[in-house]
């Protein structure tokens, strides 16, 4: 009779409960509830679809140690170059806890399994897709992964863009040549247009300019998104080839560029090291330089200081020959005044005695000279001799008395100057 009556509401559920009497309630709170003889099931307050690889199909809504709601294999998807994938990813719902959201969702699809086999399920199946169609595997390996995750919560809770798929012409940066001539050589011709077509996915926008959108269903009741992930992506074969041999041609473009790099590098090395040793020896030139216009200047400037010096010293010894010149003038003038004076003074005395006393001391000194002369004469002391033939002089006292005295007439005659005393007037 208990089991009859009440049950026990359990964490993490929501309980749509039917009575005998035919009054509905939602339960949320843990715990024994009531339901007179009637009937209850249990909807997880959260739902999780997810797509994951080495698992089948399966709905376990109801099942609390389930990994998820419900399980899928991976998801072929197609992204917008044609290009197929297998993709993995996990979206979690919310179901609503109050009576009035509740009560709708349960009577629209009467079980959790039905709520996601109708509703659910395909949501994430179709925005998944619509997801894949906005960009191309090309975009999404080659960087747009968190663009495409991004795109998929945005579309999961507020709705699928509604997109118009166009043909757009577009222009090539890369020239394209005509077949081979070997008559031309480098110099080969354009063919073509140089464009290329491409396809493009273009949002459609309403009248303020906002992307349209397709509405999930499942907000309708109440449901919400809480969590959309899109955790792996498994491209096909012929596009992991294709994507390994551009890789391997980018790794080889990389390569190529280091080593043009490195090229470079070298030579700007080189011209650097050129540079440098131009610039050592520009600088050794030009220390050199300096030093000989130093040495030069210093040479110049000791040239000049020895050609001043002796500048000076020729104007000191002109100023000094100046000078001695000076001073020898004037002695020559004192000397001439002072020898002029003596002359005078001799004249005058001359003329006063006829320079008797001049004459009288030279007749002293030539007195003297034939006194000593007579005195030192080397002569026998006994003289033999007699007048000979012709009264020849035999050196007798007489006869150099004789010569003496003809010598001191001569040397007054020379004098000129008179023996004889005048007495003046």
């Known amino acids: 009779m208990f089991n009859q009556v009440f049950f026990y509401a359990e964490p993490g559920f929501v309980y749509h409960v039917r009575t005998i009497t035919g009054e509905e309630k939602v339960v949320s709170d843990v715990g024994y509830n009531t339901y007179l003889f009637g009937r209850y099931n249990a909807w997880k307050r ?11 199909e399966s709905l376990t809504a109801e099942s609390e140690g389930a990994m998820a709601s419900a399980l899928l294999p991976p998801l072929n998807i197609m992204f917008l170059d044609q290009v197929d994938a297998d993709a993995e990813a996990t979206v979690r719902f919310s179901i609503p806890q109050d009576q009035d959201n509740f009560l709708k969702l349960a009577h629209e699809y009467r079980s959790p399994e039905n709520l996601l086999r109708t509703a659910l399920i395909p949501a994430f199946k179709e925005t998944l897709q619509s997801t894949a169609s906005l960009m191309s595997a090309e975009e999404y390996y080659s960087g747009g992964r968190s663009g495409f995750n991004s795109e998929f919560e945005n579309q999961m809770t507020n709705g699928i863009y ?19 001539n070997a008559t031309l050589g480098d110099k080969q011709e354009d063919y073509g247009d140089e464009t290329k077509i491409e396809f493009v996915v273009n949002k459609v926008v309403d009248e303020a300019g906002l992307p349209t959108r397709k509405a999930q ?3 309708n009741f109440g449901i919400t998104v809480l969590d959309a992930r899109v955790t792996d992506m498994r491209p096909n074969r012929k596009f992991v080839e294709r994507m390994q041999l551009k890789q391997k041609a980018s790794a080889d473009r990389a390569i190529a560029r280091e080593q ?7 030579r700007l090395l080189a011209i650097a090291k050129g540079e440098r040793e131009v610039a050592e020896r520009q600088a050794q ?8 216009t130093t040495e030069a200047e210093t040479e110049k400037q000791l040239t000049l200081t020895d050609a001043q010096k002796l500048k000076e010293q020729a104007a000191i010894a002109k100023d000094t020959a100046q ?50 002369a007579f005195a030192k004469r080397q002569v026998p002391t006994n003289v033999f001799g007699g007048n000979g033939a012709g009264g020849a002089p035999v050196g007798s006292d007489a006869e150099t008395k004789a010569f003496m005295q003809m010598l001191t007439l001569d040397a007054a005659k020379r004098l000129n100057y008179s023996r004889e005393v005048t007495q003046s007037k």
């Open 46 to 56: 959260s739902m999780t679809v997810q797509a994951s690889a080495g698992t089948g």
């Open 323 to 372: 000078i001695e010149l000076e001073k020898a003038r004037i002695e020559a003038e004192t000397q001439r005044t002072l020898a002029d004076a003596e002359a005078y003074q001799k004249e005058v005395i001359l003329k006063a005695d006829n320079a008797l006393a001049q004459k009288l001391q030279a007749e002293i000194e030539i007195q003297k000279l034939w006194a000593e």
């Open 285 to 292: 030139a030009k220390v050199e330089q300096i030093q000989r």
């Open 217 to 219: 269903k499942f907000t």
């Open 162 to 180: 509604i997109v118009r798929r166009e043909e757009q012409l577009t222009l090539t940066n890369r020239k394209q040549k005509a077949s081979a």
């Open 260 to 266: 043009r790099i490195q090229e470079e590098e070298q």
